[in-house]
């Protein structure tokens, strides 16, 4: 489920987003989104393998 956020940034980043999201052929939205992701993926600590038995 998604959800709505709001959140204040300088004009001339959300232009170049904006440029960016265009020649992608995407929302600003979606850009947004996919950079987030990325972001948080590789912030993630890796999962500890679980012993053998």
Not at 6 to 24: G, P, Q, V, Y
């Amino acid at each position: 489920m998604k959800i709505m956020i709001s959140l204040k940034i300088d004009k001339d980043l959300k232009e170049r987003l904006a440029e960016i999201a265009k020649e992608e052929n995407r929302s600003l939205s979606n850009l947004i989104e996919t950079v987030l992701m990325k972001y948080a993926e590789q912030h993630e600590k890796p999962k500890k393998k679980q012993p053998k038995k």
